[in-house]
């Protein structure tokens, strides 16, 4: 879990993945995830540098857990996968691209099959446009699953970027500095480009 975003995407919260504890409303006061993070590191809060954790606190001596509290609920085991399908959509394009369309308010379960899509779907082996013009606001597990998807992208050399994306959205990667790891682009072939022409760890 570790960063949660407000309802709103305007405000985040830092909570522990080991023990839960919850330190609220930080973006008014620090600005961002990165400040959050340099500072809270030195009171012995500790894990990925990345918003979306694994994260744990000070008070947690032990390493957290290799999957935070989000991650955690979209294993295949919770028998989840697959039970809604109208929020998430696969368009693949050619043998080089597919498109997932998010639609709407994600919630749990949509979050659940978007991670088993990206896993094992037929995105495999595809650059991934990710389309968020019909999404009105982003939550952390939503980000958590796209991360994911980038980290197991980077391996195997998959480009992803984002398409379309609301100001909401845009500003909850500003908001927990992750719009540097989605290059976002306001229309198809701007990012298609991206896709067939450059390096993951480029910008834009």
């Given amino acids: 879990m570790t960063a949660l975003l407000s309802l709103d995407g305007t405000d985040f919260s830092l909570v522990c993945d080991e023990c839960g504890h919850l330190i609220p409303h930080l973006a008014g006061a620090m600005r961002d995830w990165d400040v959050v993070w ?13 918003a979306v954790g ?32 109208s929020r998430i959509t696969l368009q693949v394009l050619s043998d080089d691209v597919a498109v997932v369309h998010l639609n709407g308010g994600l919630g749990l379960l949509d979050n659940v099959e978007m991670h088993a899509v990206l896993q094992d779907g037929p995105v495999v082996g595809r650059h991934l446009l990710l389309d968020l013009s019909l999404l009105r606001i982003v939550d952390t597990a939503t980000l958590d699953v796209l991360m994911q998807a980038r980290e197991r992208g980077l391996a ?18 500003r908001l927990l500095c992750l719009e540097r790891f989605f290059p976002t682009f306001v229309d198809y072939v701007a990012a298609l480009d991206w896709l067939r022409r450059r390096g993951p760890d480029q910008a834009v």
């Avoid at 340099?38 to 990345?50: A, E, K, M, R, V």
């Fill in 54 to 85: 694994p994260h744990a606190c000070g008070r947690c001596v032990a390493s957290p857990r290799r999957t935070g509290a989000i991650s955690a609920t979209l294993q295949p085991q919770y028998g989840l996968a697959g039970a809604t399908g």
């Fill in 156 to 173: 195997s050399g998959r480009r992803i970027c984002i398409v379309g994306a609301s100001g909401s959205a845009l500003n909850a990667l």
């Fill in 38 to 50: 340099s500072l809270f590191t030195l009171d012995g809060w500790h894990g990925t540098p990345h």
